[in-house]
């Protein structure tokens, strides 16, 4: 059934038609635009998109497949919004008519339903993805997945199973809220107050680089408050259709971190760190948490952010790597964050930064693009790391897991041989000199 926005449903959810018009048409966004690139169609443009959006706010045209399709192609990369010289926060608008096509066209849809199970139930809740997880490493440590592999017994239920179990981040041997103090203290004199936000999938698959950011952060004279109440930051839950459950976390994030703690809330994750500045936003009709929430989000700075801005307490030492630094999309495009890591990296004796072609375009993890699209995401994944190879580095750089995942996916699969690592362990090794080491483990 054709739903319209007749209702006025859509259009409040929107932001609110100041933003929706905006857009100029003047077309600036669309060679920024990778699924522009790649199909080349005016609807799978941003403006295009922006254009749907209208029509189908001011019930000019009904939702349809075509519409509910074009809103989920869309990355979310959010490099329109850069490129975009009217200043339309494009992604607020993909992401409110996400939430309409799940709440009416698709509302039925058993898609829909799994992802929302998935969402809510597994990654938003701490000790169901901690159980998930250990399920999982066991699996991916057991000889049961090497069989699987070798007679692809994935691939009889799926062709996609098969590469998304592939795609999976390798959970680590521990998780970080377990081994993470309430405070943490430098050993010289405390200069700043931070917090820090472990995340959801970083707490379970990339415990290590928790430890090394809480390392990086003492080094830098840092004391660091993690409370353990903290909760997924709901970022993917906001970018696939589910505001409201996203505003829930947002609340218990705001309850669990006592403000009068910390003058800094650190993120070593783009996405959680883009969406935490982003709660005054998403919590501003709220009577409850609307000024906590402005406060809490100018507090909420990326860990490259921060570092970049401050000196540290401990001498850097030299790290022999040649290295090429991706961006996230939701560091580049959404906080602007650009030569910050860049000039961290640059300040590591020994290393060579080079650079790449499309560092700053999306590498088709997107959030859980990669496992809801995988031939799109498949399609930007080889570019990227077609691209990397071309300089030839032996480490590539990010500072995000989604990212991470991907890339080191990417580049396996492709038979690059190539390391992958988060910016702030790279960091890490350089401040406490062991980079040989974590650089050994992690190969
Ligand atoms: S968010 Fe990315 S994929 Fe979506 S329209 Fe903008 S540039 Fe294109
Ligand atoms: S660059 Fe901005 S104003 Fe121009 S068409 Fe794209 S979204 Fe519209």
Known sequence: MPYSASTNIFSDILPSDDVLSQCIHCGMCLSACPTYELTKLERSSPRGRIKMIRSVANAEIPVS???AEEMNFCLDCQACETACPAGVRY?????????????????????????RFLLRRILADKNNLKLVSRVLRIYQRSFIKNIFEIFGVLRI???????ISKLAPKISGFFSDEKISLFSFPDAEVKYKTAF???????????????DTIEVLKAYACEVYTPSEQ????????HNGDIDFAKKLAGKNIDAFKQ???????????????????YGYLLK???????RAEMFSAKVKDVTEFLYAKNPARKLMPVSVTAVYQDACHLVHSQKIKNEPRELLKSIPGLILKETEGADVCCGSAGIYNVSRIEDSL???????????????????ISNPGCLSQIAFGTEKLDHKVEVMHLVSVLRGSLYNDFSQKWKSSI
């Open 65 to 67: 497949n075509i519409f």
């Open 91 to 115: 992604g607020k608008l993909v992401e409110a008519a996400r939430v309409f096509v799940d709440e009416t066209f698709r509302k039925n849809s058993l898609k829909v339903r799994i992802k």
């Open 157 to 163: 239920f799926s062709r996609h199973l098969s590469e």
């Open 197 to 211: 936000h472990f995340g959801c999938v970083m707490n379970v698959a990339f415990a290590e680089v928790n430890l």
């Open 231 to 238: 909760v997924c930051c709901g970022s993917l839950h906001a």
């Open 260 to 278: 009068e703690k910390f003058e800094y809330l650190i993120s070593n994750s783009a996405g959680c760190g883009a969406f935490m500045k982003d």
């Open 285 to 291: 009709d709220d009577a409850e948490y609307s000024e």
């Open 379 to 397: 399609h930007f994944l080889k570019r990227k790391v077609e691209n990397i190879n071309k300089v030839k580095p032996s480490l590539v750089i």
